[in-house]
Structure formats: structure tokens, C-alpha cells
């Protein structure tokens, strides 16, 4: 029996490219999102269930949860992918929006496996497959939104892997550098208040160096290709780095620690 995988967020960026690679594999795939009427590419393919969940929506989630087992039998893993990028200076974001960025990327993502984790514990098996980034271990300035919720994906993650191993399941963190996607587009919320004179110069520096960086970015293969290797390897490991500039910052974190990524981060930015 082929395998099933549920990928959230899946209609653009790292969430279809993983539908599609994991269709190519030979699994089932619910591939969902909030606007699955708006899809035209993932529901022509076989073994492939687009359906709507919304991680900002309970009922969206346990409905999807529920369809996803009635057609195909049985999740295996879960991919944790919905999410955006809140970016600017604190002082720039309502409470509305802060509280936006923290429920999508961070309690949406404890809801969808809060309702999958019932399935697995059935099963005593399920690989949870968390979405972060290296912005999970180090941060850019103006960034304190998005790196906070990411930082909370990898405490929940470390945590949680103690918990589902107890019926045989797993938890994997990924942890991409800058991939080629539309995170500075739709994914990407920009804020800022021109009347905030204190920040006009480090959000000047921080808008002119960001697009610069994306045009190196690696493509969003590498991170599927990255998620089915979590997915498939049986391994008791807990974090996947996807792409060459992740690897770096990794060992540059590992060597040299904070207080080498701040002055680096300074240099790069000329703050």
C-alpha cells in the first residue's frame, strides 16, 4: 500500500514542489490550502487530494485530518509547511498583525498536529515533519517576528520528539536557507512607519540587501528532495539542513556562535 503524506500550505513555494515530488515517488498526497478552488495544477495528478485547511481555522484542520484518512486509509507523515514572513521594526506592527504572524507560522502549526497526533498514536507510527528555517537558529535584523516564531518552531520541535516517540513516532525539523519561492511576495509582509525617523536608515539597508540575496537563493527542490529524505530514512535525526548557504550559517553558528554572527550581520547590512 502506497504511503500518505499531508502537506500544509500547499499551493505555492515549498508546499506544491513537495506535492509533486512526493506524486512522483509513488505516495498519496493531501495537498492542502485555504483556496483549493483555486488550484489548477496539483488536482490532475494521480493519487493526489487537494483540499482545503486553513491552520487559522480548527474546523478546517480536523475536516481535512478526517477526509485525508477517509480516502486514503492512513497518513504516514505530516508537513508542517503554511507560514509566512512578518518583517520590519516591532514598533511598526499592530497587535493584530503580531498576533497574525505568531498564530500562523507557530500556533497553527501546534493545532494541525494536535489533530493528526490522535491518527498516529492509532497507528504507533507518523513522522512529523516541521518547516523552519536557519532564520530558526539566527536572525536578520528587522526580523524579530519572523525569527521568533521560528525559534519557537525548534523549541516546540526538540520538545515534541521526546513525546511521540513514547508510541513510535518521529519529529524532524527543516531547515532552509534562502530558496528561490515567492517568500518575498505574497509570503512576505513588510511594515514599516516612515514617521519611526530612529529606523529610516537600517530599513533603507535591510530592503536594498534582501533582494540581492534571493537572487542566489537555491532552488525549492533541493528542500523537497530535503523533506522526502526526512520523510523516508528511518533515522532518529532531528534537523535537515536544505541548501548550501543553510550549511554555512550552520557551521559558522556551530564555530563561532552569536557574537560572530552579529558582526557579520553588521558588516553585510553596513549597520
Known amino acids: 500500500m502506497n504511503k500518505t503524506i499531508l502537506i500544509t500550505g500547499a499551493s505555492s513555494g515549498i508546499g506544491k514542489e513537495t506535492a509533486k515530488y512526493f506524486q512522483t515517488k509513488g505516495w498519496n498526497v493531501i495537498a492542502t490550502m485555504r483556496t483549493p478552488e483555486k488550484e489548477t495544477e496539483l488536482n490532475k495528478l494521480k493519487n493526489t487530494f487537494v483540499i482545503k485547511l486553513d491552520v487559522l481555522d480548527i474546523a478546517s484542520i480536523n475536516e481535512a485530518v478526517k477526509l485525508g484518512v477517509e480516502k ?74 519572523y525569527h521568533g516564531t521560528k525559534f519557537a518552531v525548534e523549541g516546540i520541535s526538540e520538545s515534541l520528539k521526546y513525546e511521540v516517540e513514547q508510541f513510535g513516532g518521529r519529529v524532524k525539523i527543516i531547515e532552509p536557507g534562502a530558496i528561490a519561492t515567492d517568500f518575498a511576495g505574497r509570503s512576505f509582509d513588510f511594515q514599516h512607519d516612515e514617521n519611526l525617523k530612529e529606523y529610516q536608515n537600517i530599513v533603507s539597508k535591510i530592503t536594498t540587501v534582501l533582494p540581492q540575496m534571493i537572487k542566489n537563493a537555491s532552488p525549492v527542490s533541493v528542500v523537497s528532495k530535503v523533506i522526502f529524505e526526512a520523510a523516508t530514512d528511518g533515522k532518529n535525526k532531528l534537523r535537515y539542513m536544505a541548501g548550501k548557504d543553510a550549511k554555512m550559517y550552520n557551521l559558522f553558528h556551530k564555530l563561532f556562535g552569536y557574537g560572530f554572527i552579529e558582526k557579520a550581520n553588521k558588516k553585510f547590512f553596513k549597520l
Not at 113 to 122: D, G, S
Request: no cysteine.
Open 72 to 145: 486514503f486509509g492512513k497518513i504516514d507523515v505530516l508537513v508542517n509547511n503554511a507560514g509566512y514572513g512578518a518583517y520590519g521594526p516591532l514598533e511598526a506592527f499592530s497587535k493584530e498583525k503580531i498576533e497574525r504572524q505568531f498564530n500562523t507560522n507557530v500556533i497553527g502549526l501546534m493545532d494541525v498536529t494536535r489533530a493528526i497526533l490522535p491518527h498516529f498514536r492509532k497507528n504507533k507510527d507518523g513522522v512529523i515533519i516541521n518547516i523552519s528555517s536557519m532564520g530558526g537558529k539566527m536572525t536578520f535584523p528587522l526580523g524579530s517576528l
